[in-house]
T-cell receptor
Framework: DQQVKQNSPSLSVQEGRISILNCDYT??????FLWYKKYPAEGPTFLIS?????DKNEDGRFTVFLNKSAKHLSLHIVPSQPGDSAVYFC????????????FGTGTRLQVTL | ETGVTQTPRHLVMGMTNKKSLKCEQH?????MYWYKQSAKKPLELMFV???????ENNSVPSRFSPECPNSSHLFLHLHTLQPEDSALYLC????????????FGNGTRLTVT
């Protein structure tokens, strides 16, 4: 049972436009959600997170939206830049339990010139 | 040196070999993890150590044997692996209890022949 799903394996966006990456989850115990970014030959790096008590968190060009009733979150990147081309992983977490971080399969974003 | 360092970056081994992967973190974290990333699959949690005690063994075959001699070092000992064990093995660290903000190393690309 895949508790975190990223249904779009890839996304192509033009430079300067908005990138929207989507993620759905099934585990109602998740109280914290995270996005990680991964370049080839590197490990994932933490990008942005959101607590389940919020519906939006913004950090520069990156904004994460959470819709708890729909069990859906999305990552918006505005404006998209070529350096944003990477694989983005969504993850759900249960606070206080080191092992309870569950990842999606990732979405490969390509930002074209 | 900062962050999480993994060695070697690449490893090719035969099915009868014994090898070890090494991970070292310089972040002062108290939890360390091994993850496996196979193509088109979510990151799979293998082992978690918190305060040097193993707190999770996620149904991993016994041919994978972790060792955590102190809070800064983590090893994954490999023996009699199968070709399907070929994958990217990622080490991560975090502060536990926490919210799942993991800091990853760049991984070891393992090929079993």
């Amino acid at each position: 049972d895949q508790q975190v799903k990223q249904n779009s394996p890839s996304l192509s966006v033009q430079e300067g436009r908005i990138s929207i990456l989507n993620c759905d989850y099934t585990n109602s115990m998740f109280d914290y959600f995270l996005w990680y970014k991964k370049y080839p030959a590197e490990g994932p790096t933490f990008l942005i997170s959101i607590s389940s008590i919020k519906d939006k968190n913004e950090d520069g060009r990156f904004t994460v939206f959470l819709n708890k009733s729909a069990k859906h979150l999305s990552l918006h990147i505005v404006p998209s830049q070529p350096g944003d081309s990477a694989v983005y992983f969504c993850a759900g977490s249960i606070t206080g339990t080191a092992s309870k971080l569950t990842f999606g399969t990732g979405t490969r974003l390509q930002v074209t010139l | 040196e900062t962050g999480v360092t993994q060695t070697p970056r690449h490893l090719v081994m035969g099915m009868t070999n014994k090898k070890s992967l090494k991970c070292e973190q310089h972040l002062g974290h108290n939890a360390m993890y091994w993850y496996k990333q196979s193509a088109k699959k979510p990151l799979e949690l293998m082992f978690v150590y918190s305060l040097e005690e193993r707190v999770e063994n996620n149904s991993v075959p016994s041919r994978f044997s972790p060792e955590c001699p102190n809070s800064s070092h983590l090893f994954l000992h490999l023996h009699t692996l199968q070709p399907e064990d070929s994958a990217l093995y990622l080490c991560a660290s975090s502060q536990d209890p926490g919210r799942g903000v993991l800091h990853f190393g760049n991984g070891t690309r393992l090929t079993v022949t």
